[in-house]
């Protein structure tokens, strides 16, 4: 047997990383959204079939990548959001790892139509395998929109691993769902199978796209309230006990406009409304929190869901004390009215 050593070619060397960044349809559609979000969009539109497996559409205005670039993108640690190691400390992109496109484009076709506000005409470019096909001028408008074709077809592993198109499909809405909250002043649109799933308007108002992704029931009934402790700042959307779940679906944190996942913060709600709810039922709540990103750590996890913050010890009681509050004080509902 031939055991010497080699370094891998980068095309497989992204093919085996890409496992860390995309490990479902799901995470594909997460950081295609997140760029669009990054590039300043203020419209985008995600499109599915078959749960992502087979096609993923992302869509959006922002600045589109410049024609000199484009090739770049693709490559591992190429990034226009961070030049050095400083910059994390005060990071306010959702991207910044360079990996996303070089992990995606290694597992799947994919299809690049981009133009900047300058250019006269836009780009596209048609990569198999991580591999560019074909490049090509065409008239299009100011942005970016990625098609994902057949995720993991060369990597038969991965492709096993997917679940069915509901499933998969299921994982996409959350993600979709959660990232439109984050950002209330985007419009959001998901088509699943060529029907709309939710649209979000974009005008910034949360209660709306309570409204629009979970349902007006819900955000009927909802207490909103803003509190400041310090350097941090709390906006609240949370349920009355009446509505709660079997599960933490509904539950959001959103820290400096990124989603994220916290037992800390899970915890901190759950403590408020401990007495009010039944055994086995957690409450709905969707947290907006704003303080220097010196405070928190984004880097511990390649997915950036989980994050580490410095002032764990005044955040916890902090929030179960302003919920407590909230819940208690029963009439601060807000009227609210929908046009439809
Ligand atoms: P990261 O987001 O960590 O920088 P990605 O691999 O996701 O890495 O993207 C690489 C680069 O491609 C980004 O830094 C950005 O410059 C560019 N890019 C990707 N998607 C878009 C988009 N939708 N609009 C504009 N630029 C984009
Ligand atoms: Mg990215």
Redesign the pocket.
Known sequence: MNNRIIKLDPLTANKIAAGEVVDRPASVVK??V???I??Q?TSIVVEIREGGKTFIR?T?N????DET?IEL??ERH?????RNIEDLNTIL??????????SISSVSQIELV?KTETSDSGIVLELHSGKIISRNRIGTTK??T?VIKNLFYNTPARLKFMKSSSTEAAYINDVVSRLAMAHPNIAVRFINNESIIFSTSGSGNVIHNIASIYGKELAKNIYHFKKEHGEISLEAFVAKPSFHRGNRQLQSFFINGRYIKSLLLQNSVEEAYRTLLPINKYPICFLYLTMSPELIDVNIHPTKLEIKFSNDEILKPFITRCIKEALYRQNLIPEVSFET
């Open positions: 950081e295609l997140e760029n669009a990054d590039a969009a992302v959006d922002g600045s589109g990548i670039d993108a693709f190429a990034t226009s959001k961070l992109s959702l991207g910044f790892r360079g990996e996303a496109l070089a981009t942005g970016t990625f």
